[in-house]
């Protein structure tokens, strides 16, 4: 079998890119080692940026969105006894739009399958070959089938645990990486959310957020220890910590319910250089992450398929290679970017071990600096919203 592009990932990355690439006629294949019913019921994302939801109208694939999403204007910050708005509109003429990972991606599974594009699910022992060389080719199994699939190029969107990744050399390779010494428990409640914006809350007893999916479906999440297990925590006693964490009127109007998921995710920041080997190109979760706390893992990812689409389609279109040639360095300056806001946004906002009564003061400074300052407001704004591409 041969196709123009092989994608390895069946996530938000893969999908948009395949989607993108069909829309320009470039022919594509997505091998997906799980099933799609597993790939869609994975809660992540919820919080896109105009560039996201622009990449998503180019691919054809935005009218659910449009008709179903909330545009966010703002967004509340919470620190001890500090409440304040940032107003991103006012700030930046812009807004950051709340539809879940799981629709985006339900959205582009139906758009692949009603154009006819190929994807192969539970595929197995997935090996990129000769991805240095003029005539890459990548081969997997499905059932114990080997199958071989030649190609022009080969996209790696298969996450942080993709073999995309470590299929670069260590020699060439290099990684970056930050742990941090908490987690987030996060449930989802068929509840309506606790307010009309997010509420992103500092407190002595650790950070807080407070999300949505829309009118009937909140998310929340609380800092806890990473080696805390969520079957350990009862729905009452997360939404007793939540409500001790949050601004006082918030927790009186809080409603309450049962949680359909709720899950721990640890908290790291990650880079992996250069994104590109050959004909290999890293895209998303499998290049970089981030902690969540500035809604920046799936925006991120929508970046880099911005960047390699238009290389591809260049290359396809016109035979000029600077778009390949410079995906890495054009994708890393713009992750760079996202990683040093979403590092600190979580180190404004949680409770750190061995946090020493200087740090926590020179913390609740940065937040009053924060409150009272419309230059500063403005630069976490920006980021919010999401930086040009
Ligand atoms: C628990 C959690 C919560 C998150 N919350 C947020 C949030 O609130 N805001 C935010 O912006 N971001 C959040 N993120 C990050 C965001 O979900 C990711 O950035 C996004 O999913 C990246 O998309 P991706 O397609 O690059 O990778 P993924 O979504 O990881 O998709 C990769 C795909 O590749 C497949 N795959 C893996 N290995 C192979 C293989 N060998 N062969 C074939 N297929 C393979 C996987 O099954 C998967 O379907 C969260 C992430 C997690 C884990």
Redesign the pocket.
């Known amino acids: 079998m041969r196709v123009q592009v092989v994608i ?7 999908l948009l890119l395949g989607q993108l690439l069909h829309q320009k006629g470039i022919d594509t294949l997505v ?4 099933t799609r019913d597993y ?1 869609l019921g994975r809660i ?4 896109l940026e105009v560039g996201f939801v622009n990449l998503m109208r180019e691919a054809g694939v935005a009218k659910r969105m449009e008709r179903e999403s909330f545009i966010h204007g703002g967004t509340v910050i919470s620190y001890e006894d500090m409440q304040f708005g940032i107003n991103f509109e006012a700030l930046t003429g812009n807004h950051v739009v709340v539809y879940g ?1 799981t629709e985006v991606t339900r959205d582009l599974y139906d758009a692949r399958a009603a154009v006819g594009a190929k994807t192969v699910f539970n ?1 197995e022992h ?1 090996e990129i070959h000769g991805a240095d060389s003029d005539a890459p080719y990548v081969t997997y199994q499905v059932d114990g089938t080997e199958h071989r699939v030649d190609c022009d190029y080969v996209a790696g ?7 995309s990744r470590q299929s670069i050399p260590l020699t060439v390779r290099r990684e970056y990486e930050k742990v941090y010494p908490f987690g987030w428990l996060g449930i989802l409640s068929e509840t309506p959310p606790v307010n009309d914006e997010l509420i992103y809350a500092g407190s002595d007893r650790g950070f807080a957020l407070c999300s949505m999916r829309n009118a009937n479906l909140s998310r929340y999440y609380i800092q806890c220890s990473l080696s805390d297990h969520a079957e350990d925590w009862t729905d009452a006693a997360f939404w007793q910590e939540l409500k001790r964490r949050i601004p006082a009127e918030a927790a009186e109007r809080l409603v309450t319910g049962p949680s359909i998921e709720k ?1 721990i ?1 640890p908290l790291r920041s990650f880079v992996c250089e250069p994104m590109r080997w050959g004909r290999l190109f890293l ?4 290049a970089h992450i981030v902690p ?1 706390t500035g ?5 991120t ?1 929508a970046s880099d398929i911005h960047y390699l689409y238009h290389a591809l389609v260049q290359v396809y279109e016109t035979g000029e290679t600077e778009g390949i040639n410079r995906y890495s360095e054009k994708a890393l300056a713009r992750v760079w970017k996202t990683q040093r806001f979403s590092w600190w946004m979580t180190t404004l906002l949680h409770r750190f071990p061995h946090q020493s009564e200087f740090d926590l003061k020179v913390q609740k400074a940065e937040i009053a600096f924060l409150r009272d300052s419309r230059d500063a407001q403005t630069v976490l704004a920006q980021n919010y919203v999401g930086l040009p591409y």
């Open positions: 390895i990932g069946g996530g938000p990355s893969g091998l997906e080692r799980k790939v992540r994302a919820g919080v990972q595929t997935v969107c298969d996450g942080f645990h993709g073999i899950s995710a895209c998303g979760d499998a969540p809604a920046k893992g799936l925006n990812a």
